[in-house]
């Protein structure tokens, strides 16, 4: 009967660092997940969104061509340009 009982202990002590080691793990990830909101929230920048809000219509109309029309690549170059040079200012 001790041998049963010693075999059930240590099958706990077993199950219980395991938990003990999967919730650490699950706790790094949701540290990890969260650690971009500790203090490096990006910040509103309106020239950005102005420029994105331009550029928004111009590539819906972009995009409906594509199912209809054959691809013009003249609009897809300058799409392209103006991404970039939203990118470089």
Do not use: W
Not at 64 to 86: H, N, P
């Amino acid at each position: 009967m001790k041998a049963y009982f010693f075999r059930s202990e240590r099958r706990k002590q077993y199950l219980l660092h395991r938990l003990m080691v999967v919730n650490l793990v699950f706790l790094l990830f949701y540290l990890s997940g969260c650690a971009h909101l500790s203090g490096r929230v990006t910040y509103y920048d309106p020239i950005t969104y102005k420029s994105l809000t331009d550029l928004k219509p111009e590539v819906i109309v972009l995009y409906e061509t594509f199912t209809s029309d054959s691809v013009d690549t003249g609009k897809i170059a300058a799409i392209r340009l103006k991404l970039a040079q939203m990118k470089r200012s």
